[in-house]
């Protein structure tokens, strides 16, 4: 093994380990928001946070880190580049995706089971697959679109009807995948000068009127009344847990092959497993197992077919 070889191998270790962390970090916020906005589900004595309030704390202390960071590397915020940030199309969209996997993600936690939700975003590579076919025009063979129907055959199992039908409240999974896939596909095409930090500090400023306006909406009350210290704790402290995963994975992404670290982003549905049976007392059943394999395998096999035709691609040339 070359000098090279043997240091993009120690390079690949190091980013499948931050990309296992990231995911690990990532399911422990999703189950931070699920205590927050059911605190008082059981005895019905409230103190729970709203998906909007939780959306709001979320945008100030992401708009807060962030943004701190962004100044660190040296962007201002003047007029001129809130205008230039605003005005970009390509930023516009992806902030929506952005926006509408927020609000879907927080709010489907608070109604579905983690492990269910989790399971479901877990199609969100399928998708982006059908996406970048129908939207950039990438081709797509027979093997890849067969892996698709699988992924999306293995969804349907893991959200299985029940006697009275299927729950509306799994429409908030496909939302949030929707918005996710809409974010990636569009970042693909983002040919812009602006910073990481600074275009995430955008979406999470917009998250705060974008949660009031969700709570004044969505609850009967005033904002913040009756909000249980425990529901701070669990938002702001999942916050930070996000805001570390989302700094593990950049580093990751930037560290590691693609084709090395992007399997482990399947390490979050096992800690959201994990983490609703230890937290939340639920235990998957034979279709969730079965439905979550068929998913992942459709996924991991989508990844494999790209990686091969980009390596026959970059062979021809």
């Known amino acids: 093994m070359t000098t090279s070889a043997a240091s993009q191998t120690d390079s690949n270790i190091r980013a499948i380990l931050l990309m296992a962390a990231s995911m690990v970090l990532f399911a422990i916020d999703d189950a931070a928001i699920k205590l927050a906005g059911t605190l008082g589900s059981a005895d019905g004595s409230g103190g729970e946070a709203s998906p909007g309030e939780i959306i709001m704390i979320k945008g100030i202390l992401g708009g807060l880190v962030y943004g701190a960071m ?30 509408l996997a927020a609000m879907a993600i927080i709010t489907g936690l608070t109604l579905l089971p983690l492990s269910e939700l989790s399971a479901v975003l877990q199609v969100q590579p399928l998708v982006i697959t059908v996406g970048a076919a129908i939207f950039l025009k990438e081709t797509v063979g027979w093997r890849r679109w067969t892996a698709i129907l699988i992924g999306f055959a293995g969804v349907m199992i893991i959200i299985r009807p029940s006697a009275e039908g299927y729950s509306l409240d799994i429409i908030w999974a496909f939302l949030a995948v929707l918005g996710l896939a809409t974010r990636d596909l569009v970042t693909r095409q983002v040919k812009t000068g602006f910073s990481t930090f600074s275009i995430v500090t955008y979406v999470a400023v917009l998250l705060i009127p974008m949660g009031l306006v969700m709570h004044l909406v969505m609850e009967n009350e005033p904002l913040f009344q009756g909000l249980a210290p425990a529901a701070w704790a669990f938002v702001i402290g ?80």
Do not use: C, H, N
């Open 70 to 99: 962004m100044l660190r590397d040296g962007e201002q915020p003047t007029p001129a580049f809130i205008k230039a940030i605003a005005s970009d199309k390509m930023i516009a969209a992806r902030t929506a995706g952005d926006l």
């Open 238 to 317: 999942g916050g930070v847990f996000g805001m570390a995963g989302y700094y593990a994975i950049t580093l990751s992404l930037r560290m590691g092959e693609i084709s090395a670290v992007a399997p482990y982003r399947y390490t979050r549905l096992v800690a959201a497993l994990i983490l609703g049976f230890l937290v939340f007392r639920e235990v998957p059943d034979t279709g969730m197992i079965i439905g979550s394999i068929m998913v992942i395998g459709a996924g991991l096999f989508t990844l494999y077919r790209e990686q091969q035709i980009k390596k026959a691609q970059r062979q021809a040339s």
